[in-house]
């Protein structure tokens, strides 16, 4: 059985239209509890950015009932809270412009900057600008990254 939901973004500079189509015919086989039925998930994008269109499909297995709304919406806050991770620490640490190539650096940077970054958001006190003014008075204040990992 499929469940079809169909979508529409209109942003400045991109026309999306999604359809997704959900069907609870996989099983899948679990060792504890024998076979079981998830559904499969299609969302087929189609998207128009300056005249070029192209056409992308992704595929999804979900523990969620086969409600293809329920399902896209689901999707849809899983994209955006990593979209704005990825904003975040692109403003705050320019991710974009970072060079670090050769080995486990940019692994390796990526852990220290999200370790601060959590730091940061976890700061109970209350103060004026945002995280990209909180890494700088990190940055520059002994007393300040001490209440940060908590000595004081």
Not at 15 to 36: H, W
Not at 43 to 60: M, N, P, V
Not at 62 to 77: C, E, H, T, V, Y
Request: contains cysteine; glycine residues 6%; aromatic residues 6%.
């Amino acid at each position: 059985m499929q469940h079809p939901a169909i979508g529409h973004d209109d942003a400045k500079s991109a026309v999306t239209f999604r359809e997704m189509r959900t069907s609870d015919l996989i099983a899948c086989t679990s060792r504890n509890n024998g076979p079981i039925s998830s559904p499969f998930v299609i969302i087929e994008a189609e998207r128009t950015i300056r005249g070029k269109t192209s056409i992308e499909q992704r595929y999804y297995i979900s523990s969620l009932p086969a409600d293809a709304k329920r399902i896209g919406s689901a999707i849809r806050q899983h994209w955006a809270a990593e979209n704005s991770l990825h904003w975040c620490m692109d403003v705050v640490f320019a991710d974009d412009q970072m060079r670090a190539r050769t080995g486990h650096a940019a692994h390796n940077l990526a852990v220290l900057k999200h370790i601060t970054m959590n730091l940061i958001r976890l700061d109970p006190v209350p103060r004026k600008g945002g995280i990209k003014v909180r890494r700088l008075i990190a940055a520059t204040s002994d007393a300040y990254r001490a209440h940060l990992f908590g000595l004081v």
